[in-house]
């Protein structure tokens, strides 16, 4: 439950909230009215679940739904409201590479090692229906869930907008549009390491990632820890640049 409500816990959802707060109010001129109107419905609905423990459990289950919605709509309205300079490069930039270290993080902490017999379908359709990516599962393939087959759809599925493979070339986009200083050096630092990822992710291939040794997914262990890398690389030289 602290990692609901205590605001101290570094990763916490009212952490998480307070510092999308302090964000919106730094850049508080960026934001349309509705925006704003959203923004509020989002502190309000934080001061409830703050205090959920004196309400109950089924309060905070209220509150969270509520929290759900206002995000849902705090992100359309910032889609289809915000210019798209090089502010809204920037956010777009956060949120691909926010949502790519997670899956990495889910991937290896659901995936990485082969479950017992009978309990891996059922974890492969949690996965995929946390990552909003059932029904697109189910669309593709009409046989069984299979480990290759939950990781072709999560991870390299550049059709499926929840995808590792659709982040990074979001990712590389968004980088690209950002202004660079004219000349014949090439690519700068953070495109190099987005290129990297970008190709490692193009040549990767389901069956090779959910092969297992000895009951772990050597492929996918390697192909994640060498994404995640590059992406870090990227994010570190967009900051120094």
């Known amino acids: 439950l602290e990692t609901v409500r205590d605001a101290t816990l570094d990763g916490s959802l009212a952490a998480t909230f307070r510092a999308l707060e ?15 109107r959203v923004i509020d419905d989002i502190g309000e609905a934080l001061e409830e679940q703050r205090r959920f423990d004196r309400a109950g459990l089924p309060a905070l289950e209220d509150t969270l739904d509520r929290l759900v919605s206002a ?5 359309g309205l910032m889609v289809e409201s915000m ?13 691909r590479v926010e949502r790519t270290m997670l899956l990495v993080e889910l991937l290896r902490a659901t995936v990485l090692m082969e479950t017992e017999q009978g309990a891996e379908q059922p974890l492969l359709e949690t996965l995929l229906l946390a990552n909003e990516s059932l029904m697109t599962h189910r669309r593709r393939y009409r046989a069984s869930l299979e480990a290759h087959s939950a990781l072709q759809v999560i991870v390299l599925d550049q059709g499926n907008p929840r995808s590792i493979a659709h982040q990074v070339l979001e990712l590389g986009r968004h980088i690209d549009a950002l202004p660079r200083e004219h000349g014949e050096r090439g690519l700068d630092a ?3 390491a987005l290129l990297a990822a970008g190709t490692r992710v193009r040549l990767a291939e ?6 297992t040794t000895g009951h772990r997914r050597e492929g996918l262990a390697s192909f994640l820890d060498a994404l995640g890398s590059e992406l870090e690389a990227a994010v570190e030289a967009l900051d120094q640049a």
């Open 206 to 211: 389901a069956g090779v990632l959910a092969r």
């Open 71 to 75: 995000l849902m709509a705090f992100t």
């Open 83 to 95: 210019t798209h300079e090089y502010g809204w490069q920037f956010l777009q930039i956060g949120r």
């Open 22 to 36: 302090d964000a919106a109010v730094a850049v508080r001129d960026r934001w349309s009215t509705d925006t704003w």
């Open 190 to 192: 953070d495109q190099r």
